[in-house]
């Protein structure tokens, strides 16, 4: 693996294991000596690391396992850096796993320490696997953890910043936000308690945050809006009309929470620096879905019958205004030399099958992917649903 891949600029580090059973033995630390020792004669430039877990000991039983590695990598651990660093001065660490909640937590012990390199979220993008890990589920409802039932239909995780189909939830937002500088203000709606029952997440969850002004069940009731921003404040404004502001420095975790009276129309969040308007970001609300809009990552692929082009299909009103309660039923066909490789939504307790020619949209979302073969030509996909006007998108499949 390091003789294949050490000439890719895209690796920064090689891990030697995760969350190994022998970790806090001596075993471990001569097997972790052994490897380092592999990797080194053959890529003596990039660190080696490894990523360990708290194992209901003494966490200091870990200093002789982490002292063979160039980085430390804690699982879930970072909140004890401070104290490690007391300790063992020249430890270098990078956060390996990190709850999706703590963002805020864990950035300001990478920027406030410069032994921190890093921290890295448990997930960048849901999978299948470790079913709902990252599940939010309501009072009443069977609780606990992945491991403790079969929560069928949860199929996959939903820990992700990223869902099964690329959409980018709010949380990876609020993330590069913290961390970079393009991007500086968002906005999302929590998902109200569906009163008389509450919303109840595990370990790995975040409250189920929507890019949506379209609550039709909940007029006149408060909904809470996040705004996220690297402005000194934000404005919120609904239907033109100052609902208030608030701050958002970093002693507000960059957040700013509003409760308001859930009323159809335009909602406008504005970043506000010495007191002058930067930036606005709006929601709309959606009308009944009426169309299919069909984008993709590209409209040429190789006729190789590898190749794939991912399409993305939303479900919008009259206006081009994605309607984000949508769930209809999607019906795919495809014409000319391609096959449909796999279809989804981002719902992680839809049980129908990831390869076929339908799918049901999931909050206004779903995706379908085309496969190449080995033939040059117009690749024609259509895509219908009941009740709705039909889309069409040509690919073109290129001689190889």
Known sequence: MVLRDRNHP???????????VERGTPGAVETAKMLVGAIKKIDTVRPVTSAVVEKGKDWAIMDSLMAVHDVAGYNYHLWNAAADHQRVPSRIIVQTESYPKDAFANWKLVTNNNYVIGDSVWTAMDYLGESGIGRWYYSGDVPGEHWEHDFFP?????????????????????????????????????E????????????????????????PEYVGKPINVEVYSKYPSVRLYLNDKLIG????????????????????????????????????????TSGDASKVKLTADRKEIMANGQDLCFVTVELTDKDDILQPNAANRLLFKIEGPGTIAGVANGDMKDTDTYVGDTRKAWHGRAQVVIRSTHHAGDIKLTVNSSGLSEAIFNIKALKW
């Open 10 to 20: 895209s690796i920064m580090m090689w891990s030697i294991g995760n969350e190994i």
């Open 154 to 190: 949860w199929h996959g995780a939903y820990c992700g910043d990223i869902d099964l189909i690329g959409w980018r939830k709010p949380i990876s937002h609020y993330r590069n936000l913290l961390y970079n500088n393009t991007e500086k203000l968002y906005m999302a709606v929590r």
């Open 192 to 215: 109200p308690d569906p009163d008389p029952l509450e919303i109840k997440t595990t370990w790995w969850a975040v409250w189920p945050t929507w890019e949506s002004w379209t609550w």
């Open 245 to 284: 502001e608030k701050p958002t420095t970093e002693e507000q975790e960059h957040k700013a929470e509003f409760t308001v009276p859930y009323s159809p129309g335009h909602l406008k969040a504005i970043g506000v620096d010495k007191g002058k308007e930067m930036e606005s970001t709006v929601l709309q």
